[in-house]
Nanobody, 127 residues
Framework: QVQLVEAGGGLVQAGGSLKLSCAASGRAFSSYAMGWFRRAPGKEREFVGAISRSGGTTDYTDSVKGRFAISRDNAKNTSYLQMNSLKHEDTAVYYC????????????????????WGQGTQVTVSS
């Protein structure tokens, strides 16, 4: 089992940047594909992006492509979400998620396949 703790959220002006982190406890972090999701007020949970076990493959929802970047440091058991050029519509609670996968480059984009979730961190972008 793995426990996930997000950090790095806060209040930022439109056009600014934030970097979220997701620290994992437990063993075999490198066995887990990681995902980032968000839930804005009054909206459904939304896929933001995902990264493979190796870190070599990523995928993003169209609205954040070119602005957000996911990375991971398996030695530190941590995944990161770098968010640049933030917009008001990026305001949401951001969650990281993890699930064990067999293949190094597997990407998981659906929230229902993730077994482990963090508690979320609030990101507020002022316009």
């Amino acid at each position: 089992q793995v426990q996930l703790v997000e950090a790095g959220g806060g209040l930022v002006q439109a056009g600014g940047s934030l970097k979220l982190s997701c620290a994992a406890s437990g063993r075999a972090f490198s066995s887990y594909a990681m995902g980032w999701f968000r839930r804005a007020p009054g909206k459904e949970r939304e896929f933001v992006g995902a990264i493979s076990r190796s870190g070599g493959t990523t995928d993003y929802t169209d609205s954040v492509k070119g602005r957000f970047a996911i990375s991971r440091d398996n030695a530190k058991n941590t995944s990161y979400l770098q968010m640049n050029s933030l917009k008001h519509e990026d305001t949401a609670v951001y969650y990281c998620a993890a699930n064990p996968v067999v293949f190094l480059e597997t990407i998981l984009t659906k929230p229902t396949v993730y077994a482990y979730w963090g508690q979320g961190t609030q990101v507020t972008v002022s316009s």
